[in-house]
């Protein structure tokens, strides 16, 4: 299990989880850095890792485009911030953290293949439409132009995914940070 991530790409992740105008640093983000600082890291924490990372980089490609500073640095009043957040999270934000997204799941999705030696692999919407743990890429997730839980697929995906979880072994569920079976919806 691992991410290559250089020191200074983490820098970068942690400037813009604690320090950008645009984002809400959420108490599970503080746990999952913590737990990595501490070597404990579990596959969840590296999901967040790959998601902030893939965010970020999307986020600074667009920044060398259009100019248009992502972290909101500055004194704003109060009208200035309410007008820039609107605007990140229209202009910047939406398409980054779909980007984000789908590069979390195509990880879960190997890290499945890997934990259960490619016995089982999934592509990244069937993982997405079934995910137990956060239904946050049902409505941000972007498969081609259309919302995950818009696709006309996303039944089958959510059908197969939903009978893959089921079967996993207990050990796999515990490596994946999955919760035990029968206490998902």
């Known amino acids: 299990m691992g991410v290559n991530v250089d020191r200074a790409s983490l820098a970068i992740i942690k400037r813009y989880n604690f320090d950008s105008r645009g984002i809400a640093f959420e108490p599970e983000n503080y746990y999952a850095w913590r737990?990595?600082?501490?070597?404990?890291?579990m596959i969840d924490d590296l999901r967040y890792i790959v998601h902030e990372l893939t965010e970020v980089r999307?986020?600074?490609?667009?920044?060398?485009?259009?100019?248009f500073d992502f972290m909101?640095?500055?004194n704003m009043t109060d009208a200035q911030d309410t007008q820039w957040k609107a605007y990140f999270n229209e202009n910047y934000y939406l398409h980054a953290h779909?980007?984000?997204l789908e590069a979390e799941y195509q990880f879960l999705a190997s890290e499945i293949g890997r934990v259960t030696r490619w016995q089982d692999s999934f592509s990244k919407e069937v993982i997405a439409a079934c995910d137990p743990t956060r239904d946050e890429a049902l409505e941000n997730?972007?498969?081609?132009k259309i919302i995950l839980?818009?696709?006309s697929r996303f039944q089958e995906w959510q059908s197969k995914g939903d009978k893959i979880i089921y079967t996993l072994s207990k050990q796999t569920r515990i490596e994946l940070g999955l919760p035990e079976k029968g206490t998902y919806t």
Do not use: I, P
């Open 141 to 144: 997730m972007l498969v081609g």
């Open 149 to 151: 839980q818009e696709h």
């Open 35 to 41: 737990r990595l600082a501490r070597g404990k890291g």
């Open 72 to 74: 909101g640095r500055g």
């Open 58 to 67: 999307e986020l600074q490609q667009m920044q060398q485009r259009t100019g």
């Open 98 to 100: 779909s980007k984000a």
